[in-house]
């Protein structure tokens, strides 16, 4: 999903270990669209080489993809199994842009 919008917040960088040796950094944004401050908002992520040159407030043009993943678990021996869905959001690429 490609769109305009704005960064609410940032969490600090991540360090993450590779199985073979390299590193990436990994970092969240919370993403809210251009609009109203009732408009949609997207915890996503970002994997790459260093950490994002972005601040709170800025406007980006950012393109976002979504995954779906499928978790099945069983919440006690006599429970029956049970299947629940999550969303991932990632941030493939982005441009920051002057407003």
């Given at each position: 999903m490609k769109g305009i919008y704005r960064i609410v917040s940032?969490?600090?960088p991540q360090n993450i270990q590779k199985s073979d040796g390299t590193q990436l950094v990994k970092?969240?944004?919370?993403l809210?669209?251009?609009?109203?401050?009732?408009e949609d908002a997207y915890l996503v992520t970002h994997l790459g080489?260093?950490?994002l040159r972005l601040k709170e407030g800025m406007c980006i043009a950012a393109s976002l993809r979504f995954r779906v993943n499928e978790s099945t678990f069983s919440a006690g021996p006599d429970k029956?199994?049970?299947?629940r869905h999550y969303q991932d959001a990632t941030l493939q690429e982005y441009a920051c842009l002057m407003l």
């Open positions: 940032l969490c600090e970092q969240q944004i919370i809210r669209e251009q609009g109203s401050q009732y080489q260093e950490q029956p199994m049970e299947t």
